[in-house]
């Protein structure tokens, strides 16, 4: 959590950008990223230098050697016109040139240092270089920070998903180091990165968890060097219209070991989508893990047809999850986040989306969110949808989480109760005897959802226990009274005489 003074000092620099001129709050976040960026390539560019001296073997650097002006460990200590010269004229330029023309350079193309003023840009450099940022917890509720001062949802609807619900859903698809996994509204790629923090946990040798500079675990991955090429390369694809968050996205995913994520601008509902990008439109991921936007309707005009031909609708909220279906392969599955109107809409729509996923393809699990998981952005109940394209659905799995380990108002502080890791235990537990329907989690046959039009709402199914209570006799009742009406007479005799 971001507490005690460094909540305060980043509170001061937010103040700092504003009265900088700076105002947009996405722009804020983006220029702090850019300097966090710069700070981590030369964390990681010393690691590999320390490593590289250790094992005698040599590597490519990022950067010039340890004297290269554009470092930040040197460029830190200039004053601060010419740190503003440095940082504009050499480090910007520097982003743009890493991996040579890939979509990491394209999207940092147009980059720019908005900062003006010298002090600022001390100031943030200051605090950033302040910052326990090399443990990857605390960068990532510094961003959780950052970005709920956004404290509304995006103009598309799109809100940021917690990192913890974002390991929940990894965790329940569990995806291997050969599999394909994309995103189709990627946003700052929390998702991909997940993907990728869960495969560096998971394929660590004891001997290659090594310890950082402020003494967290850094898991190296050892065990995956036979797969790093399609880990580098092709393993991650990630969709977004909007070239801040992409931006954003390519830098989360290089600083978190994935040096040529491919990412796009592109929006992936319209029927520009299989034109230009017409093998990852169809039939190709083995995973897909989302937390599409719900904007609502769109134009039905630029909705590719093979989205409309089975569920005739304009709601986003539909249209993604018929866009997943397309987007895997046939075995591929997905675990995406929709708002509760989706499970028990009563449209001609909503029933013919949900009657797909049960009828044509393998519902596995419906995950009940509470409503304030998104908070401070949104409010909207949400459930996550498991599903596998192609298969039988025979049991689908239900769960109703009712906590997650953060309190459920905008403050969104710890909190004992949390039911995630009881949820991920019984689904990896799962079985068709799973029946008791008074307890959060259960199994629903097929039969019986076609039978309730294929509602999805655990509420439909959930049964609520009704707890016996024993009441005294009228008679009983009536004695107690008037013992308790003599009692205070005898009180009230008292206390006249004392008068």
């Not at 023309?101 to 270089?129: C, R, W």
């Not at 393998?362 to 109940?381: D, H, K, N, T």
Request: hydrophobic content about 40%; proline content about 5%; glycine content about 6%.
């Amino acid at each position: 959590m971001i507490t005690g003074k460094l909540k305060t000092d980043i509170d001061r620099l937010w103040e700092e950008f504003w009265t900088g001129g700076i105002t947009n709050p996405l722009t804020v976040i983006e220029q702090i990223s850019f300097l966090m960026f710069a700070r981590l390539l030369d964390v990681t560019e010393t690691r590999n230098e320390k490593r590289a001296e250790r094992t005698k073997k040599a590597f490519k650097g990022t950067f010039d050697g340890p004297d290269d002006p554009r470092r930040w460990k040197n460029f830190k200590h200039l004053k601060a016109e010419q740190m503003l010269a440095v940082v504009n004229q050499k480090v910007f330029p520097h982003f743009r040139k890493l991996n040579g023309g890939t979509t990491f350079a394209e999207y940092m193309a147009d980059a720019q240092l908005m900062i003006q003023k010298p002090s600022l840009l001390v100031s943030a450099v200051n605090m950033i270089d302040a910052l326990p940022i090399t443990d990857g917890d605390s960068k990532g509720d510094l961003y959780e920070y950052l970005l709920s001062k956004l404290t509304t949802a995006g103009i598309n609807g799109q809100f940021r998903t917690p990192r913890h619900i974002i390991r929940f859903m990894v965790e329940m698809l569990d995806p291997k180091p050969t599999e394909t996994v994309g995103d189709p509204a990627c946003g700052t790629a929390g998702f991909l990165v997940g993907v990728m923090s869960y495969l560096l946990e998971k394929y660590t040798s004891p001997k290659g968890i090594v310890i950082g500079e402020h003494g967290e675990k850094v898991y190296t991955g050892d065990k995956l060097e036979q797969y790093r090429e399609h880990i580098q390369n092709d393993m991650f694809h990630g969709f977004d219209f909007d070239s801040t968050m992409l931006r954003i996205a390519s830098m989360n995913l290089m600083l978190h070991g994935v040096e040529n994520p491919d990412i796009h601008y592109q929006d992936t509902l319209s029927n520009s989508f299989p034109e230009k990008f017409g093998k990852q439109a169809t039939g190709y991921f083995d995973v897909i893990l989302a937390n599409p936007p719900f904007k609502g309707s769109l134009d039905a005009e630029d909705v590719h047809p093979t989205l409309t031909q089975k569920v005739k609708t304009k709601k986003t909220e539909l249209l993604f999850v018929g866009l997943i279906l397309r987007m895997l392969k046939r075995g591929g599955r997905s675990a995406t986040i929709v708002p509760d109107g989706v499970l028990f809409g009563s449209s001609k729509a909503h029933v013919a989306l949900r009657q797909m996923l049960v009828e044509d393809n393998q519902l596995e699990a419906v995950v009940s969110l509470p409503s304030g998981v998104f908070r401070p952005y949104a409010g909207v109940s949400t459930a996550i949808l498991v599903f596998t394209k192609g298969g039988k659905t025979e049991h689908v799995f239900f769960y109703d989480v009712e906590a997650d380990g953060y309190s459920l108002d905008d403050k969104r502080d710890r909190v004992k109760e949390n039911d995630l890791p009881d949820a991920l235990v019984r689904w990896h537990k799962k079985s068709p005897a799973d029946t008791d329907r008074t307890v959060k989690h259960f199994m629903v046959p097929v039969a019986e959802i076609r039978d309730k039009n294929f509602d999805l709402s655990i509420n439909r199914y959930k049964e609520a226990v009704h707890e016996e209570v024993n009441y005294d006799s009228p008679k009983v009742i009536l004695k107690k009274l008037r013992a308790l009406e003599a009692e205070i007479a005898t009180d009230l005799n008292a206390l006249e005489e004392m008068l």
